[in-house]
Nanobody
Framework: QVQLVESGGGLVQAGGSLRLACAAS????????MGWYRQAPGKPRELVAS???????NYAEPVKGRFTVSRDSAENTVYLQMNSLKAEDTSVYYC???????????????WGQGTQVTVSS
C-alpha cells in the first residue's frame, strides 16, 4: 500500500503564497501520476493540478498561471506552489497518487488526509 502525508497548509492573506508538499511512502510501489485536488464545503472534490512520471503537467483553469506543481520522483514527493492566492482558493487540499503496488493488479488511487488552506480577503 501507499501512504501519503501532506504538509504546508495554513492561513494566508489574499495575494500571498503557500507551498504544499506530499510525501509518499510504502513498499514495492511505483507511482504514475501525482497531484492535488481540493474540496470546499458543499462542493465536489476537484482536480487542481497533476504531474506524470514523465513530467507532464495538467492544471485546472482557475489556477493556471498562479499554481505550479512539481515532483521529486527520487523522493516520491509532489509539491504545489500557490501564488497570488484568492479567497476562492480556500479549501481542503488533498494529495493524490495513482500507483501500482506489487501484488495488486492495475493502478490504484491513494489519498492523503487533506490539509486546510484558508485565504483571507
Amino acid at each position: 500500500q501507499v501512504q501519503l502525508v501532506e504538509s504546508g497548509g495554513g492561513l494566508v492573506q489574499a495575494g500571498g503564497s503557500l507551498r504544499l508538499a506530499c510525501a509518499a511512502s510504502g513498499s514495492s510501489f511505483s507511482i504514475n501520476t501525482m497531484g492535488w485536488y481540493r474540496q470546499a464545503p458543499g462542493k465536489p472534490r476537484e482536480l487542481v493540478a497533476s504531474i506524470t512520471s514523465g513530467g507532464t503537467t495538467n492544471y485546472a483553469e482557475p489556477v493556471k498561471g498562479r499554481f505550479t506543481v512539481s515532483r521529486d520522483s527520487a523522493e516520491n514527493t509532489v509539491y504545489l506552489q500557490m501564488n497570488s492566492l484568492k479567497a476562492e482558493d480556500t479549501s481542503v487540499y488533498y494529495c493524490n497518487a495513482k500507483a501500482v503496488v506489487s501484488g495488486f493488479p492495475g493502478a490504484r488511487n491513494y489519498w492523503g488526509q487533506g490539509t486546510q488552506v484558508t485565504v483571507s480577503s
